[in-house]
């Protein structure tokens, strides 16, 4: 993965396969990752960060919401699962779905990580037959090379601890 592209977006690195271009929507809030010859937009990986400003908010309710409203412009999901990941000090609501669009598959991911400063919120759409054609896990690939304030996100002093399955 020595070749793969490697995108900023404030304390936070995203890096993917080669060839992927980027841009901001959701006025700068949101960076997009497409990768090369998807002439449609639908594959992408996303990357928002929210500051906790409001202490009273109840963020795993907020968590759960974001992630099951990860994939609204899909009409179908199958396969759907929602889990809440515990972590030492931290927790995450993750949504891995089979969708289709347009009668081709997708795959999509999603991980709502709340941390004591902020909300993270990463997705992944990408085609079946682009997973397909990946040597390995292309979605853990990409989540294994996060990094934010210039340590992996996946580390290892942040162990998972329980995971709750949710739907």
């Given at each position: 993965m020595a070749n793969w592209a490697v995108f900023?977006?404030?304390?936070?690195?995203?890096?993917?396969?080669?060839?992927?271009?980027?841009?901001?929507?959701?006025?700068?809030?949101?960076?997009?990752?497409?990768?090369?010859?998807?002439?449609?937009?639908?594959?992408?990986?996303?990357?928002?960060?929210?500051?906790k400003d409001a202490p009273s908010l109840d963020y795993p309710s907020v968590a759960r919401r974001l992630a099951t409203s990860a994939f609204s412009r899909f009409g179908e999901a199958a396969a759907d699962t929602l889990n809440q990941l515990v972590f030492p000090h931290d927790f995450a609501v993750e949504r891995n779905a089979a969708l289709r669009k347009q009668g081709k598959p997708y795959r999509g991911y999603c991980l709502v990580y709340v941390?004591?400063?902020?909300?993270?919120?990463?997705?992944?759409?990408?085609?079946?037959?682009?997973?397909?054609?990946?040597?390995?896990?292309?979605?853990?690939?990409?989540?294994?090379?996060?990094?934010?304030d210039g340590k992996p996100f996946v580390e290892h002093l942040n162990q998972l601890q329980q995971i709750i399955h949710l739907h």
């Amino acid at each position: 993965m020595a070749n793969w592209a490697v995108f900023e977006s404030g304390r936070e690195k995203l890096c993917v396969p080669p060839g992927w271009t980027s841009h901001l929507e959701d006025d700068g809030q949101e960076l997009v990752l497409l990768p090369p010859n998807s002439p449609d937009s639908t594959e992408r990986v996303t990357f928002t960060r929210f500051a906790k400003d409001a202490p009273s908010l109840d963020y795993p309710s907020v968590a759960r919401r974001l992630a099951t409203s990860a994939f609204s412009r899909f009409g179908e999901a199958a396969a759907d699962t929602l889990n809440q990941l515990v972590f030492p000090h931290d927790f995450a609501v993750e949504r891995n779905a089979a969708l289709r669009k347009q009668g081709k598959p997708y795959r999509g991911y999603c991980l709502v990580y709340v941390d004591n400063r902020n909300v993270y919120q990463f997705r992944i759409v990408l085609a079946q037959d682009r997973l397909n054609a990946y040597s390995g896990s292309l979605v853990r690939d990409i989540f294994g090379n996060i990094y934010i304030d210039g340590k992996p996100f996946v580390e290892h002093l942040n162990q998972l601890q329980q995971i709750i399955h949710l739907h």
